[in-house]
């Protein structure tokens, strides 16, 4: 069953490029994980909607945290933020994103 990651940041931009490229990698190392993008704006909907597995939080928005996680607590999902050095889509900072990702998903359940 594919799991599906949420990262939230300030229009969708930059974090478009990372969900692609962590998609990207994540499915060619074996894992059935679909990673998308949003604005903050839009956010707040689709945590309540808990269409996804995981919502993470870009660095840039990290200032919003306080708003979404009384929301994410309500609707029973994991929201998390995302260090600085992890926010790139190439190397050791995409490498670690992934592993943040894998860590926060439960795949015992695809076993």
Same mark, same amino acid.
């Given at each position: 069953?594919?799991?599906?990651v949420?990262?939230? !940041?300030?229009? #969708?931009m %930059? %974090?478009?490029? /990372? $969900?692609?490229?962590?998609s990207?990698?994540? &499915?060619?190392?074996g894992? *059935?994980?679909?990673v998308? $993008? !949003? *604005?903050?704006a839009? %956010?707040?909907?689709?945590?309540?909607e808990?269409?996804?597995d995981?919502?993470? /939080? +870009?660095?840039?928005?990290?200032?919003v %945290?306080?708003?979404l996680?009384?929301i994410a607590?309500a609707? #029973?999902?994991?929201l /998390? *933020?995302i260090?600085?050095?992890d926010?790139?889509? /190439? #190397?050791?900072g995409?490498k670690?994103?992934?592993?943040?990702?894998? &860590?926060h998903l *439960?795949f +015992?359940?695809?076993q």
């Amino acid at each position: 069953m594919q799991k599906k990651v949420l990262i939230i !940041c300030v229009g #969708g931009m %930059s %974090s478009s490029m /990372v $969900a692609r490229k962590a998609s990207e990698q994540l &499915n060619n190392n074996g894992f *059935d994980v679909y990673v998308d $993008a !949003c *604005d903050v704006a839009s %956010s707040h909907r689709l945590i309540k909607e808990r269409k996804f597995d995981l919502y993470l /939080v +870009s660095p840039q928005i990290r200032m919003v %945290s306080n708003t979404l996680t009384p929301i994410a607590n309500a609707a #029973g999902v994991c929201l /998390v *933020d995302i260090p600085n050095e992890d926010y790139v889509p /190439v #190397g050791p900072g995409l490498k670690r994103l992934l592993r943040l990702i894998i &860590n926060h998903l *439960d795949f +015992s359940k695809n076993q």
